[in-house]
């Protein structure tokens, strides 16, 4: 008998995603600014950072809607040391999160959620993983129809 690759399913609603645009692939600055929004108590949840091109990087995160008038504040702040820095906002997002301990053994669990992401038209925004879990950020407005696709794909 096999075992079920992801037994549950979590959500969390109200989240913002922020990307940070042409910042310089530069560890310092980038804890600066991480520092700076933990010592606002910001909670930073998913976090992505594409490859250096050019020596700059991108950066995005995920955050509570309601502390995103405080992040946009304080990054905006590195606009001295980075004048041409880009912030993008992206607000009315869930975050979905398939847990499952049989994961980390199965190869295909990923494909298989975005085919049926895909199949449902489910646009993903970001994605972080671990050995037994996959979060993925999608419009609020898919959330039900991402829930019960898994549910019935998995048997959960």
């Known amino acids: 008998m096999s075992i079920n690759p992801v037994t549950s399913i979590s959500t969390l609603y109200n989240v913002a995603l922020v ?19 933990a010592s606002e108590k910001i909670n930073i949840d998913m976090i992505s950072q594409a490859p250096s091109y050019k020596g700059k990087i991108n950066i995005s995160f995920s955050l509570s809607l309601e502390d995103i008038v405080k992040v946009i504040s304080l990054l905006n702040s590195f606009k001295d ?3 041409n820095l880009r912030i993008e906002i992206d607000s009315d997002n869930t975050k979905i999160t398939v847990f ?3 994961m980390k053994n199965r190869p295909g669990v990923a494909a298989q959620l975005f085919t049926l992401l895909a ?3 489910i646009e993903v925004k970001l ?3 671990s050995t037994v879990e ?12 991402a829930i019960l696709a898994i549910k019935q794909e998995f048997n959960i």
């Open 19 to 37: 990307t940070v645009d042409n910042l310089p692939n530069d560890m310092t600055l980038i804890s600066n600014i991480f520092s700076k929004i």
């Open 81 to 83: 040391k980075v004048p």
């Open 100 to 102: 499952g301990e049989a």
């Open 119 to 121: 199949v449902n038209e």
């Open 127 to 129: 994605i972080t993983t």
């Open 134 to 145: 996959i979060s993925y950020l999608i419009y609020e407005k898919d959330i039900d129809k």
